[in-house]
RNA sequence: GCCGACGUAGCUCAGCUGGUUAGAGCGCUGGAUUGUGGAUCCAGAGGUCCCUGGUUCGAACCCAGGCGUCGGUACCA
């Protein structure tokens, strides 16, 4: 059984992947939960599909034979096909609508969480697996469903907590885009639309003067490796940055028009902004795009500033559905980047406390231990029985008395129940109050008092309401 | 992908120009308390110095390659 040093495998993570925490799963579960609550409010019903589909039908990148899962990850089924994870929830669902188009009803508005896989370079806060929070309208063309997406996405936004102040919808719209990539002469397959979208799109990265040089020559990073640029001219380069300056004249397109007076007559004018500088998702989009931002800041363990930015984006996709069809279909929304967010809440709550542990009843006679059984299951049932969520546990270790209270700090517990002969005698139990003694202990710095001291702990009658009773004193 | 920095105990790190038994703080385990976590004191355990190869009488230290982490940049359908 024991295996040599050699071929002992080593306990580890792969790499852009992560282990939850339970405060991590909590916090999730309990803004998830937010989440679903808004979208339903709106009319919009939860669907959901595999984690796999066929690698065709997730877009346009056919895993390449020789180097199969660049950006996906993707293997062969046993029939040979390619299947892939995939990489965001939009793709599965127009694969989904089109499979099934005759029997939707449209406009059809749906949501669904879920999690997507990338394998690309990790970073901090760049995972290969995350979860995102979709909602999509498919089948409706009308501004009013880009609207609604956004307003949707404000809403949602105040649910989890963030002022009005907190937080931007930005949208903005790919026909604001293209009519200045026309004006300055680049056609419409010109690969370097591409890039000036791109450069356009690290506006809220690099001041202007940086952005420029990614329009035209190109730009040297930090380290002193070199992006090539867009190659515009000054002329060029000049009309696409006044699409960044404030104080040039606003570009808009009817599509954005649009938008923009329906959120206004609807009260959201000041939380959804018409923003040329938005780009997002270049390749599919093809009307509205939104993004939700965070607008405050933040600073980091080290006490650094740390901007979130952008948690969630979205944007019409007419070309998406048809791709199995022939025709276009309008769809259009938008994605919370679950993960991301959870950060952002987490890191503005701050240090919040833990959360608490169990009950613990400790063992102190073996013997005993059915009589700890029965008192630690009339105590759980007496501690939930509002339906409340009280965990209690007996200590089911080896250890002794010293041990079994390192246990219980160690998992945060509010109280432990301490019953030895002593108290069973004559009909007692000592219950301690583990964080009122932590900080009474605070006070305490010799030994002879500290061995004499039995701060934060009571002894009660040994039957269960008295018990109870006394439990929920300490969790209050 | 490209550029750069880094990789020594569970964690954070020290280790002088390559020289014998590789250190500290915190944490962990045990004891002071055979019925008590958290303060205090004492003791102890814990390391293929990322891996492989090379240079050298000798490598944690120098060189090459690999792996990993971090930062920048690119890509992100």
Sequence with gaps: MAKTKANRPKARLPRGFADRTPAEIRRTAAMMETIRAVYERWGFEPVETPFIEYADALGKFLPDEDRPNEGVFAFQDDDEQWLSLRYDLTAPLARMVAE???????????????????NEKPGPGRFRQFMQFDADIVGAASPLADAEICMMAADTMEALGFAPGEYAIRVNSRKVLDGILSEIGLPADDPRRLTVLRAIDKADKFPLPEIAKLL???????SGDFTKGAGLDAAQTETVLSLLDPAAERRISDDLAAIGDIVAGAGYGERVIVDPSVVRGLEYYTGAVFEAELTFEITDEAGRPVRFGSVGGGGRYDGLVGRFRGEDVPATGFSVGVSRLAAALAAREGESARQSGPVIVTVMDREAIPDYQAMTTKLRAALNADGATVPVEMYIGDSGMKAQLKYADRRNAPCVVIQGSNERASGKVQIKDLAAGKRAAEAIDNREEWVAARPAQIEVDADIATIAAAIREILT
Excluded: L, Q
């Design 216 to 222: 035209g020559p190109g730009r040297e990073d930090e």
């Design 100 to 118: 099934n188009f005759d029997r939707t009803p449209k406009p059809y508005k749906s949501y669904r969480a879920g999690w997507v896989f990338r």
